[in-house]
């Protein structure tokens, strides 16, 4: 099978004919390590995870490209190319793994040309988790790339909470702080704590949303939308 990749909406083998040359666009980030060396103690103090968790750099993704074109076209794709991604914020999407979308900032580093035959290499310096399509209330995701036996479908608009509302949010591998829109003034209780959630979009930080069924229990009378963004490694 031929895989390719979209970027920004734009699919390269669709749109250019690309395919990508290798499928090992995506590597593991760097771990942000973080250690002191302590005179008069054997190894060091290793800080990493001082803040609970695990964080890490941003990766490279690095996709190589190669087609035949007539020699007079390849100067308006390569044009094409530049005028689309070059020095952009987008959005990538692999064809082996539909669920997610990689975000970050996007170069087209080298074109290189033998009469017909041209190559492009375009990189991105992209956020170290990929995002679940499909995330939010606010999210069309579509039936095409979605995985009806690995994806999760979250429904997280338009709750109806009369008096007190228990509601599950599944969690991702990657820590995510959600808005939660309300109609109405109400609270919401999160891990044994209650919170006040005033008219329209709040953020309360402590409630952080981790890998795993998440239980939040609204107390009121409205509606609420939850905007959260999942992701992996």
Same mark, same amino acid.
């Given at each position: 099978?031929?895989?390719?990749?979209?970027?920004?909406?734009?699919?390269?083998?669709?749109?250019?004919?690309?395919?990508?040359?290798?499928?090992?666009?995506?590597?593991?980030?760097?771990?942000?390590?973080?250690?002191?060396?302590?005179?008069?103690?054997?190894?060091?103090?290793?800080?990493?995870?001082?803040?609970?968790?695990?964080?890490?750099?941003?990766?490279?993704?690095t996709m190589n490209f190669g087609r035949i074109y007539d020699k007079t076209i390849w100067p308006q794709i390569y044009s094409e190319v530049l005028n689309n991604f070059h020095g952009?914020?987008?959005?990538?999407?692999?064809?082996?793994?539909?669920?997610?979308?990689?975000?970050?900032?996007?170069?087209?580093?080298?074109?290189?040309?033998?009469?017909?035959?041209?190559?492009?290499?375009?990189?991105?310096?992209?956020?170290?988790?990929?995002?679940?399509?499909?995330?939010?209330?606010?999210?069309?995701?579509?039936?095409?790339?979605?995985? !009806?036996? /690995? @994806?999760?479908?979250?429904? $997280?608009?338009?709750?109806?909470? *009369? +008096?007190?509302?228990?509601?599950?949010?599944? =969690?991702?591998?990657?820590?995510?702080?959600?808005?939660?829109?309300?109609?109405?003034?109400?609270?919401?209780?999160?891990?044994?704590?209650?919170?006040? !959630?005033? /008219? @329209?979009?709040?953020?309360? $930080?402590?409630?952080?949303?981790? *890998? +795993?069924?998440?239980?939040?229990?609204?107390? =009121?009378?409205?509606?609420?939308?939850?905007?959260?963004?999942?992701?992996?490694?």
């Open positions: 099978m031929i895989y390719s990749a979209s970027i920004n909406g734009i699919h390269m083998l669709k749109t250019y004919n690309m395919p990508l040359e290798s499928m090992n666009c995506v590597q593991p980030p760097e771990i942000k390590k973080n250690s002191i060396d302590i005179p008069g103690r054997n190894g060091i103090l290793d800080l990493t995870d001082f803040f609970g968790r695990t964080f890490y750099e941003n990766r490279t993704i952009k914020r987008c959005q990538i999407i692999f064809d082996d793994d539909p669920n997610y979308y990689w975000e970050g900032r996007v170069s087209v580093d080298s074109y290189e040309r033998t009469q017909r035959l041209g190559t492009l290499t375009i990189t991105v310096d992209a956020a170290p988790y990929k995002y679940t399509i499909g995330n939010t209330s606010e999210d069309d995701w579509l039936w095409d790339p979605f995985d !009806l036996d /690995y @994806g999760v479908i979250r429904e $997280y608009g338009n709750i109806q909470v *009369n +008096g007190t509302l228990n509601f599950i949010v599944d =969690g991702t591998p990657m820590p995510s702080v959600p808005e939660i829109e309300v109609s109405a003034d109400m609270q919401v209780r999160f891990n044994g704590k209650t919170y006040e !959630l005033k /008219y @329209g979009i709040n953020k309360i $930080y402590e409630i952080e949303i981790i *890998n +795993g069924q998440n239980l939040l229990t609204f107390i =009121g009378n409205g509606t609420v939308k939850i905007n959260y963004k999942g992701g992996s490694l």
